[in-house]
Each structure stands twice: as structure tokens, then as C-alpha cells.
């Protein structure tokens, strides 16, 4: 399967994966959301610099290139309106549009926030992972993994991220 573009648009909303260019925006949302992230995502915690967002998206873009993982998170402050769940219906429609049969989201089994996301987008409880020794004060060391397989053309799943498929 093909990488995805560099920017996904939907509707009104646009998508950007983030640059090398972009070090000192990301070390200035991270630092200010430091609090609400450091709890689930190790890499937030214990401050955050320039070089600590230069190495993340070094991390976060080997992973795009090999299709290991599109990693998003959203700054506290835009928290609450449902724009990761649009973000992930976004991606979710691309994936499929470029021929995935299948698309998982994993988070820790505590951070019901980041559950309710693959729960309002119809997607199923699949299995639960050990995941990395090195985790988050708040994490529990196991993942919940759901699953939405590739709706057939013309079936839309709930929070319709396969709209429009071809």
C-alpha cells in the first residue's frame, strides 16, 4: 500500500503531516500541554525541547515512511471537539480509498478518551497487546487494539469514515 499524502482535506477539514520545519511549534504545544499528554505518551513528559521534538518527528516520520504508524496527538487547548475523530475518520477513508482492508487504532486500556474514538467510528474491539516496558506513568503496559475491516463499496461504517470509497 502507498504512503499517504502529505496533506488529507475533507470537507472543511485539512490534515498536515508535521515537518522538520515545524520543531519549535511542536516544542511549544508539547511544553504547554505537557501536563495532559505526559500521563499517556512518555516522550511528553519531563519537559520538552527543541531537540526532543527534532528526535520525535525523526521517530514519527521513519515510522510514516515504513507505514508502521501515523502517530497524531492534539494540544490540550483544542481538546473536546471532535477533531481527532474527524482526523481519524480522515485517515481512515484515505487508507481504505488506497486499498487497506483493514485499519487499527491502539491505546492504552485506561485513556478512555482515546477509546471513544475508534468506538464512535465503528470499529471493533479486536485484542489486547503488551506494549513497551518504558511507558507512561498512567499506562498500564497493555494496549486495546480495535479493528475496522474495509467496508464493501456502498457500506458505510457508523461516523462514516469510508465514504466515498471507490
Known sequence: METPAEALTRDEFAL?????????????AVSGSGAHL??????????YTADDAAAYLRLT?????????????????????GLIT????????????????????????????SGAIPARLGFS???????DPDRAPAC??????????????GELAHGDPGRDLP
Open 125 to 131: 474491539p479486536a485484542r489486547k497487546e503488551t506494549t
Open 38 to 47: 505526559a500521563g499517556w505518551l512518555p516522550w511528553a513528559a519531563g519537559g
Open 140 to 153: 498500564t503496559g497493555t494496549a486495546l487494539v480495535w479493528r475496522l475491516d474495509r467496508p464493501e463499496k
Open 61 to 81: 516520520h521513519g515510522n510514516w515512511e515504513t507505514g508502521r504508524a501515523y502517530e497524531y496527538w492534539l494540544a490540550h487547548g483544542f481538546t473536546g471537539r
Open 86 to 113: 474527524r482526523a481519524a475518520a480522515t485517515l481512515i477513508a484515505d487508507a481504505f480509498r488506497r486499498g487497506a482492508g483493514y485499519v487499527e487504532i491502539k491505546h492504552d486500556e485506561l485513556n478512555t478518551r
Open 16 to 28: 498536515a503531516r508535521r515537518r522538520f520545519a515545524d520543531v519549535s511549534a511542536l516544542a511549544a
